[in-house]
């Protein structure tokens, strides 16, 4: 069963707008989330992470908004940029952190 | 430079003959995965290790071998392939349960 779910399997958006990508979980025992960005022929790169006492965190263009009652995370990357251009890939874990479940990844294009 | 390194990056093979994927990190990490990537269904956990000589099974482990004698190794052995495990194998390790993973550039194995 996939307890990780990224519902679209691509995005489309503009040089300078804002890009958001969405990833619903399952799980109520996640607790820890994370977002990596796959580049083809490389593997997956660590973008932001957020732990279920927070509801927000921030890193530069890379926001990740966390909802726990409606199980659902959101990634928002704000002005998008051609080189944000990937597959995007949603990751959960729980307290004892010994797996990590991912989605099935959004592949984002951002156009010039 | 700290990185996750995998061999070999392409491999062809028939089914049965056993075959062993290779992986190595130099940044002294505890924690070891092997994760398969299939289109639709994202990063499959297959096997994963806590430190030297301590293994689980992760989602999909059937048909896979690992072993950790040394905290820089963690082989993938596959010692009677199949075609349904053609597929794109990634390794990886992280420090500690509190951050994610470094990921491996990935290995793409087909077996006919």
């Known amino acids: 069963d996939q307890q990780v779910k990224q519902n679209s399997p691509s995005l489309s958006v503009q040089e300078g707008r804002i890009s958001i990508l969405n990833c619903d979980y399952t799980n109520s025992m996640f607790d820890y989330f994370l977002w990596y960005k796959k580049y083809p022929a490389e593997g997956p790169t660590f973008l932001i992470s957020i732990s279920s006492i927070k509801d927000k965190n921030e890193d530069g263009r890379f926001t990740v908004f966390l909802n726990k009652s409606a199980k659902h995370l959101s990634l928002h990357i704000v002005p998008s940029q051609p080189g944000d251009s990937a597959v995007y890939f949603c990751a959960a874990s729980a307290w004892s952190r010994r797996d990590m479940r991912f989605g099935a990844g959004t592949r984002l294009t951002v156009k010039p | 430079e700290a990185q996750v390194t995998q061999n070999p990056r392409y491999l062809i093979t028939v089914t049965g003959k056993k075959l062993t994927v290779t992986c190595s990190q130099n940044?002294?990490?505890?924690?070891m995965s092997w994760y398969r990537q299939d289109p639709g269904l994202g990063l499959r956990q297959i096997y994963y290790?806590?430190?030297?000589?301590?293994?689980d099974k992760g989602d999909v482990p059937e048909g896979y071998k690992v072993s950790r004698k040394e905290k820089r190794n963690f082989p993938l052995i596959l010692e009677s392939p199949s075609p349904n495990q053609t597929s794109l194998y990634f390794c990886?390790?992280?420090?500690?349960?509190?951050?994610?993973?470094?990921f491996g550039s990935g290995t793409r194995l087909t077996v006919v």
């Open positions: 940044m002294n990490h505890e924690y």
């Open positions: 990886a390790s992280r420090a500690n349960l509190d951050y994610g993973y470094t």
């Open positions: 290790s806590m430190n030297v000589e301590v293994t």
